[in-house]
């Protein structure tokens, strides 16, 4: 047996293996051009049947074991890709297969769902953009390739950098929001995280920007749904997010499950080749979603597999997930010519091309014995907590009833999300497991006083009518001197599959909120929820609510730090909140119709039994402290449409607290040849002030972010008149304005 001190320093050079241990990266010391010989020559000596074998991707067991049939594919060379196989052992096991006992030694690669974390799980996307800090995002996902590339996994299907502005659609969880401005600072940040600027190097990964494109604008919010929109507004709020992970350096794109405009996205010529191809350059390599080429039948642009085959390759999917129409028919449509030997051969040269960029050839297997120091380690977690913390919202304080001191006498902890470990994960949690999960309930008994008393009752389920657990709870929240209910959506309504019709607080949650509140004690409601929802009677009723999102492992010692006061909230929406569902789609960067809403005239755009405003705007967002903002500037009032502007405001914390405003700069083209919004983000700074603190913060507006794409698709600055809002958020604003000049 080994003595502990040989164990430590062996497992201290295993690290050292996995992350020092290295080949110099094949951009680096071959250079793109070695690449693409290396790419040729393998592709030569490759029989069609190998060829088709590497654009094939199947799935593993759930519990991350490969399949028997895996080991003959690899073995023949006739399997390209995995997914859900994972494990340090196993995948250096399956991959020996293809290194020793294939013919032309063409490694295998790995790919699971690393979203918003493997072992340690990080807030959903949708909250960490909520901390409007794209530094964050690339913090997370760095830290996710490290944990997922210890267990052999290369490969993750993510970024999700969909633009959602429908939060019935479930997926909405999974990205930035509803705006692209926003969403291009975390797609960018995200690709970034995981993949560095080298993702050769150790511990690092290859990203995936999904789901191209417009899958997020599903008809109804029901997911896998229609998408029927202008290439103007394609371009304009759906591309710009997928563009920047293109220029980021983005590997791989997978394609949508969506019909665009009646030509599925899986089988898009324009999606797939005009635009990622031929426009932006992209020269690695699309997988399909989910058999989303054999789907291709069920959308009617195929009558059968063989023609699903041929739509989903010549439209430029490289490699099909699951389905294996493309291995199954590939040699018979192109003895039919109907898919040329020059359309195989540019796909596998595409896989190969990355899989050459990730070093696989040189270092196809990870150290086994070095794989568990790598997850959910204190310093991981410590990020996660940070993280989540800094993700979180504080949507009403009414007279500063948060932060609590932790010295509250007795606070009765509440509802089906208190105690609840599933529930902070979200949807796609990669690895991660509830039993590591820090709940709320955990949370703030660590962060009290011993003398502070901390009681617990969950009231209710977040499904069903029960009310059997109400009369505990009303007991607890009497004899205590603060009640804190935690109410939501448990993971499993929230991601794929998952729509709603309703965004109400389901189930009794919102009774149970009531019966709490009418004990006259201060009831505290804090959401747990993977998309925005409707609650207008908290809103007006609950003097504090907390968005504390699905925050991830950490999220109940992060939600303590915020309601105790040791973490100071400053996050922002990312997302409207609508007051109801009737208003969804309801986005802050609307056009303003011939009949803007006006409540004195009933022939405007308005609704006669609801507001027409939001619940909580886009970019809102609460603090412990106060901030001013003043001294609006612009460097010129008048500009060429080639020129920038500089565009300065200062802001001051003006509270006794210090804390984390987000300044928002805004614009609106007054006057052009297609409407414009009436809003558009331009710009945004998060900053911590000290109390008394100033800081001056300056943007530069140009040319980039003051044009937009005509009625001939051209990309333009026209002359007239631009207004300029800055704010705390997209309603409360300063503006003032400038003049584009003509000629």
């Known amino acids: 047996m080994l003595s502990i001190r040989l164990i430590r320093p062996l497992l201290l050079l295993a690290v050292v293996s996995l992350f020092l241990i290295t080949p110099a990266s094949p951009s680096r010391s071959q250079g793109p051009a070695n690449v693409e010989k290396r790419v040729e020559a393998l592709l030569a000596k490759m029989t069609l049947a190998e060829k088709l074998g590497q654009l094939q991707q199947l799935d593993g067991e759930s519990n991350g074991n490969f399949r028997p049939e895996h080991v003959e594919l690899l073995r023949k060379g006739l399997l390209g890709s995995t997914l859900n196989v994972r494990g340090a052992q196993r995948t250096n096991q399956l991959q ?17 769902d690393v979203i918003h974390g493997y072992r340690t799980i990080f807030p959903i996307p949708l909250a960490e953009a909520s901390s409007w800090d794209p530094a964050l995002a690339e913090r997370s996902t760095s830290i996710a390739a490290q944990e997922a590339y210890a267990t052999g996994l290369r490969w993750t299907f993510a970024p999700m950098v969909d633009i959602a502005r429908d939060p019935r659609w479930g997926r909405i969880t999974e990205g930035a929001g509803e705006d692209p401005f926003l969403g291009v600072a975390f797609a960018r940040a995200r690709v970034l995280g995981f ?16 789901h191209w494109v417009a899958y997020g604008a599903a008809e109804g919010g029901r997911d896998y749904n229609t998408t029927d929109m202008s290439e103007q507004t394609l371009r304009e709020i759906y591309f710009p997010p997928f563009k920047a992970a293109v220029d980021a350096g983005v590997g791989t794109f997978m394609s949508a499950f969506n019909d665009l405009n009646g030509v599925p996205t899986s089988a898009n010529p324009f999606t797939l080749t005009t635009v990622l191809r031929g ?9 399909s979603d989910y058999t989303a080429v054999k789907e291709l039948i069920n959308h009617g642009l195929a009558a059968n597999d063989k023609e699903a085959a041929e739509a989903g390759i010549n439209a430029g999917v490289d490699m099909e997930m ?9 040699a018979e449509l192109l003895k039919e010519k109907k898919v040329s030997q020059a359309t195989i051969d540019e796909a596998v040269r595409r896989i190969l091309r990355i899989k050459f960029r990730l070093g696989l050839f040189e270092h196809p297997y990870v150290q086994e014995a070095a794989e568990n120091s790598f997850l959910l380690t204190s310093a991981n977690r410590a990020a996660a907590r940070e993280i989540a913390g800094r ?54 008994r660590s962060k009290v006083s011993p003398q502070t008393k901390v009681g617990y009752a969950k009231g209710c389920a977040t499904q069903g009518d029960s009310t059997e657990g109400f009369a505990e709870a009303v007991a607890l929240a009497r004899e205590s001197d603060i009640a804190l209910v935690f109410v939501g959506e448990e993971a499993e309504v929230v991601g794929e599959a998952a729509s709603k019709s309703s965004l109400d607080l389901s189930g009794r949650q919102l009774d149970l909120v009531k019966a709490v509140h009418a004990t006259g004690k201060p009831t505290i409601v804090v959401l747990v929820n993977g998309r925005p929802l409707t609650f207008g009677w908290v809103v007006e009723k609950a003097p504090a609510i907390l968005e504390a999102w699905m925050g991830g492992t950490e999220s109940g010692n992060a939600i303590a730090d915020v309601l105790f006061g040791d973490v100071n909230p400053g996050g922002k929406l990312p997302v409207t909140f609508p007051r109801v569902v009737g ?43 106060k901030f001013k903002l003043s001294g609006l500037q612009i460097s010129k009032t008048k500009i060429k449409a080639n020129e920038s502007l500089a565009v300065s405001v200062e802001v001051e914390n003006v509270g006794q607290r210090t804390g984390d405003e987000v300044v928002q700069l805004y614009i609106r083209d007054v006057a052009a040849s297609m409407t414009r919004p009436v809003k558009e983000l331009k710009g945004f700074r998060r900053v911590t ?43 409360n604003v300063t503006e003032t304005k400038f003049e584009v000049e003509g000629g």
């Not at 993949?195 to 999904?210: E, N, T, V």
């Not at 009414?398 to 509250?408: A, D, G, M, Y």
């Not at 960067?589 to 909580?616: C, E, I, L």
């Open 583 to 625: 208003q969804v789609p309801i986005y802050y960067n609307h056009m303003n119709t011939g009949r803007p809403p006006d409540a004195k005239n009933r022939y405007t755009s308005k609704y006669v039994d609801v507001a027409w405003t939001p619940q909580f705007p886009f970019g809102y967002g609460l603090s412990y402290t």
């Open 689 to 731: 002030l000290q109390p008394g603190e100033k800081q001056r913060i300056e943007f530069v507006l140009t040319p980039e972010q003051l044009g937009f794409y005509n009625r001939q698709m051209k990309f333009v600055v026209e002359p007239g008149e631009f207004r300029v809002m800055v704010g705390p958020d997209s309603e």
């Open 322 to 330: 699951v389905s294996r129409l493309f291995n199954q028919y590939g």
């Open 96 to 112: 020996r297969v293809a290194i020793e006992e294939s013919r032309l030694k063409i490694p295998n690669l790995f790919g699971f």
């Open 391 to 444: 993700s979180m919202v504080l949507l009403k304080n009414e007279n500063q009833t948060l932060p609590l001191s932790k010295n509250s006498g007795s606070i009765a902890v509440i509802g089906p999300l208190a105690d609840d470990g599933r529930a902070p994960l979200g949807w796609w949690a990669g690895d991660g497991k509830p039993e590591n999960t820090v709940t709320p309930l955990a949370g703030i």
């Open 279 to 287: 426009e932006w350059k992209f020269d690695g390599f699309v997988v």
């Open 195 to 210: 993949q560095g600027h080298d993702y050769s190097a150790p511990g690092k990964i290859l990203a995936c920007a999904k």
